[in-house]
């Protein structure tokens, strides 16, 4: 089955720091992987993905991700931090091996990302 | 482009009362879902449609039904609302699966007293 770990609920940050915010994930074929963020009292944004190729994954808002197969992590990171980054983040993740019915996307719980100034 | 756009944005419902959740997307989408998202718990689907005419059930579909009679709109109808379905509700769109981005809209707050 697919899962989604988000292990802090919340990740604090000093303006200008680089932040990094954590995801493992669990399929059982290729993972695709997402990252969306979500604003107070807003839908999810889309941020970035991946799908192959290249693990270093650029995105919106100069935000990165880095795949690493092998610990089975999709860790977001920004090489400093604004406080305009503060929202709710959600890793997602779908099975790209499932071949059955409906493959639907796995939301993690979410972390919380506090930039101070 | 409007994107994904939801009515209303709030609303309170007794219990026993129905209301239907409205979505549209002008953005020709062919996959629609429906979300509810509940504190510290991510997003549980709860229904979703692959084309008009189409819709199924997700992790959560108890309570809830769907219709999809055209591309554009996909309504979420709670027929005997109940206080465990207290939560935001959010629809997306993404023109495919499983490799396309899903784009959100802004989400209705339901209270169910």
């Known amino acids: 089955a697919q899962s989604v770990a988000q292990p802090e609920d919340q990740v604090n940050v000093a303006e200008g720091n680089p932040l990094t915010v954590k995801c493992t994930y669990s399929?059982?074929?290729?993972?695709?992987l997402f990252w969306y963020v979500q604003y107070p009292n807003r839908g999810l944004q889309f941020l970035l993905k991946?799908?192959?190729?290249?693990?270093l994954v650029k995105g919106s808002y100069g935000f990165e991700a880095e795949f690493n197969k092998s610990q089975t992590s999709f860790h977001l990171k920004k090489p400093s931090a604004l406080v305009s980054d503060s929202a709710l983040y959600f890793c997602?993740?779908?099975?790209?091996?499932?071949?059955?019915?409906?493959?639907?996307?796995?939301f993690g719980a979410g972390t919380r990302l506090a930039v101070h100034p | 482009n409007a994107g994904v756009t939801q009515t209303p944005k709030f609303r309170i419902l007794k219990i026993g009362q129905s209301m239907t959740l409205q979505c549209a997307q002008d953005?020709?989408?062919?996959?629609m879902y429906w979300y509810r998202q509940d504190p510290g718990m991510g997003l549980k689907l709860i229904y979703y449609?692959?084309?008009?005419?189409?819709?199924d059930k997700g992790e959560v579909p108890n309570g809830y039904n769907v219709s999809r009679s055209t591309t554009e709109d996909f309504p979420l109808r709670l027929e005997l609302a109940a206080p465990s379905q207290t939560s935001v509700y959010f629809c997306?769109?993404?023109?495919?699966?499983?490799?396309?981005?899903?784009?959100f809209g802004p989400g209705t707050r339901l209270t169910v007293l």
């Open positions: 399929v059982s074929g290729n993972p695709y």
């Open positions: 997602a993740v779908r099975d790209s091996g499932f071949s059955g019915g409906y493959n639907k996307l796995i």
């Open positions: 953005m020709n989408h062919n996959y």
């Open positions: 449609s692959v084309g008009a005419g189409i819709t």
């Open positions: 997306a769109s993404s023109y495919s699966a499983p490799r396309d981005e899903q784009f």
């Open positions: 991946y799908i192959t190729g290249d693990n």
